[in-house]
C-alpha cells in the first residue's frame, strides 16, 4: 500500500474529510520531517513504515476535538500535533512552542516549505512565555504529566479554554493527581482515540478550567 492509500484509509476510519491537496501537504510534511531527522533527531520513529500511522494519523485522530479558533503546542518538537492540525484547517492560527531552537528551526522552515501562513514558531520556555493574547486551546503530546501540564501554561489559557493532553493510555493516576492539587479545573472528557497502524492505547484528555 502506497502512503497516499496508507493516509487516505486512514482518514477516513478516522471519520476524517480532507482534500487531496491537504492530504499531500500532509505527505510532504512527512518527508520534511525524516530528511532533517537524520540530522536533528527531532523523533525516535525510525521507519519510515510507520510515519503515516504514526506521525500524521496519530496527530489529526484529535482534529474532531478542536474547535478554538487559536492553539497552542506546547513542547511542538518535530510539529506533532501543531503542525498537521495547522495543515488540516487553514484557518486555525496555531502556535508552535519549543524551548530547543534546533527544534523550532525544523518547524520555521517547515512552515515555510509547506506554505503555512496560520503558524507562527516561538523559542522560549514554556512558564516564560508571555503572548499578547491568550489560546483558546493548549495541546501537547508526551509533554508532561497532565498536573505539570496544566501549571506550567495555565497563564496561557483564555477564560472557558481547554486543555487538549494526548496520551497513551488513560491516565488515571495523572488525573487524579491533577484533581487533587488544582483548583478551578475539570476534566470535560477522555476520548478514546482508535488510531489505524498505531499499536497501543491512544487518549485525548480534555480538561477546563472553571
Do not use: C
Not at 101 to 109: E, G, H, R
Not at 128 to 157: G, N
Amino acid at each position: 500500500m502506497t502512503r497516499q492509500e496508507q493516509l487516505a484509509n486512514g482518514l477516513q476510519v478516522l471519520g476524517i474529510d480532507l482534500s487531496a491537496d491537504v492530504q499531500e501537504t500532509l505527505l510532504a510534511y512527512a518527508v520534511f520531517l525524516e530528511k532533517w531527522n537524520r540530522t536533528f533527531s527531532l523523533t525516535a520513529l525510525r521507519d519510515p513504515a510507520r510515519a503515516v500511522s504514526y506521525h500524521l494519523l496519530d496527530s489529526l485522530a484529535i482534529l474532531p476535538y478542536v474547535s478554538a479558533e487559536n492553539l497552542l503546542d506546547v513542547g511542538s518538537g518535530g510539529g506533532q500535533p501543531g503542525i498537521l492540525l495547522a495543515i488540516a484547517r487553514p484557518q486555525l492560527a496555531v502556535t508552535l512552542l519549543d524551548s530547543n531552537s534546533k527544534k523550532t528551526a525544523f518547524l520555521q522552515q517547515a512552515a515555510i516549505e509547506l506554505g503555512l501562513k496560520n503558524v507562527q514558531v516561538i523559542t522560549a520556555r514554556v512558564e516564560e512565555y508571555r503572548p499578547a493574547k491568550p489560546f483558546a486551546a493548549i495541546t501537547s503530546r508526551a509533554f508532561a504529566e497532565l498536573a505539570d501540564f496544566v501549571r506550567l501554561t495555565r497563564h496561557l489559557l483564555a477564560p472557558e479554554g481547554s486543555w487538549l493532553a494526548m496520551k497513551g493510555q488513560r491516565p488515571e493516576a495523572e488525573m487524579a493527581k491533577l484533581l487533587a492539587g488544582e483548583s478551578g479545573i475539570s476534566i470535560a472528557a477522555v476520548h478514546e482515540l482508535d488510531v489505524p497502524g498505531v499499536d497501543g492505547e491512544r487518549h485525548l484528555v480534555v480538561i477546563r478550567g472553571q
